[in-house]
């Protein structure tokens, strides 16, 4: 690696492993490169399948990652593991002033483990991008990866004001906390206008506002009988009155078969994962979306478009108070399911854009910049 060439310009080591981190990465790059910087793309390979992964690169217009650690799936500890030996002799070699981290997934906090113990050694520093979100539910591996992320990094930067109270009250020094705003918004408005014109809604024969659009793939909904029992009933009763479509996350695929039950899935249009024009094509034209994604609570917010959470808590709570997000009652039902999803069609969509959140502007990554070089 050659040292960049610009007077300070700086070398970043940027991190994606899974699905939700690829649009989170692909603007901070972006914004390096226009910032004179030198972006340097680690993929963990946490996934892998091209539907999870590469089509996500091609859509967001990623550059090939400049190191593939080939990790995959496996146990938590195996993967966590297998990212972290990997990275290490990475990290050594590229000799970063920064390590970006994004979001909550294994990658994300097996990365900054290995930087917090090199960090006086090659005087690097770690930034978490989406820092100070809580589920305050310690039984999500996220929250697990969320809190220690945070603990580890010299840098949170925050995608909504609601994030710094939460880190203040784990005693986190508020001089490292700095709020940017959400980059994940960064993403979708730059690539809406592809999205329309991909179509992939329309090109389905879904009419605007005549369907709905669900995702299912939480350990908590899927991994037992019972839950995704429960959790696949409440759609099939949704999709009773409009055409649900139901992109399959293979976590969810492989559960479903191993339960037997495939014969559940009959009544939902049921299509495997969809890249990401795809996805913002299906959200902006659905009357309403079930999910258990953080992204996707997030994304429905920004599109203007009524969404109801499965889960019995979230890490985005400005979705519901600011946003267009309510919760599904929990435990979940298939009565309180559709009352959730009649009360959010009631409510209807609203002006994208319209009174969002503070920072979901577009330019999250701009600043994210900023304070990498401040
Ligand atoms: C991971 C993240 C989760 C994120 C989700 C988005 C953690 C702890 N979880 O969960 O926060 O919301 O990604 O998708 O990091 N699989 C494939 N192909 C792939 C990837 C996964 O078939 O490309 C299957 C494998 O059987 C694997 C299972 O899905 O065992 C789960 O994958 P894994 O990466 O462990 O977790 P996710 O459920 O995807």
């Not at 399948?49 to 690169?57: K, L, P």
């Not at 496996?74 to 593991?81: I, N, P």
């Not at 024009?277 to 599109?303: K, N």
């Not at 009360?343 to 979901?360: F, M, Q, T, V």
Request: proline share 7%.
């Amino acid at each position: 690696m050659t040292e960049g060439a610009r007077e300070g310009s700086m070398r970043v080591l940027v991190v994606a492993g899974a699905r939700p981190n690829f649009m989170k990465v692909a603007p901070i790059l972006r914004a390096l490169k226009a910032g004179g910087h030198q972006g340097v793309l680690v993929h963990t390979g946490q996934h892998y399948d091209a539907r999870m992964s590469d089509a996500f690169f091609r859509d967001l217009e990623l550059p090939e990652p400049d190191f593939h650690l080939g990790v995959g799936s496996g146990s938590h500890a195996e993967q966590t593991a297998g990212v972290m030996t990997a990275f290490e002799p990475i990290l050594r070699e590229v000799e970063p002033r920064w390590v970006v981290v994004v979001g909550d997934v294994n990658s994300t906090v097996a990365c900054a483990l290995v930087t917090v113990k090199l960090k006086e050694e090659l005087g690097v520093g770690i930034a978490h991008v989406e820092a100070g979100l809580r589920s305050h539910d310690w039984r999500m591996p996220e929250e697990v990866n969320r809190v220690l992320t945070d603990r580890m990094s010299d840098l949170l930067l925050t995608p909504s004001r609601d994030a710094e109270p939460n880190l203040r009250s784990e005693g986190i020094p508020p001089e490292r906390i700095r709020f940017v705003g959400n980059v994940m918004i960064d993403t979708l408005l730059h690539q809406l206008p592809s999205a329309r014109e991909r179509n992939y809604a329309g090109a389905m024969g879904l009419q605007r506002d005549g369907y709905a659009v669900a995702t299912l793939h939480r350990p908590s909904n899927v991994d037992e009988p019972e839950a995704l029992a429960t959790a696949l009933a409440a759609l099939q009763a949704v999709a009773r009155k409009r055409p649900l479509v139901l992109p399959l996350h293979p976590r969810t695929r492989k559960n479903a078969e191993r339960f037997g039950m495939e014969d559940e899935l009959e009544a939902l249009t049921v299509v495997p994962p969809v890249g990401y024009r795809e996805m913002v094509s299906l959200l902006e034209g659905a009357a309403v979306v079930l999910t258990d994604s953080g992204g996707l609570q997030e994304e429905t917010t920004a599109l203007g478009v009524p969404c109801v959470t499965l889960r019995e808590q979230t890490e985005r709570p400005i979705t519901v108070t600011e946003g267009t997000n309510r919760m599904a009652p929990w435990p979940l039902s298939v009565e309180g399911v559709m009352g959730a999803v009649a009360a959010a069609l009631e409510a209807g969509r609203r002006e994208p854009g319209s009174g969002g959140p503070e920072g979901w502007d577009g330019k999250a990554a701009e600043r994210i910049v900023e304070e990498l070089a401040g």
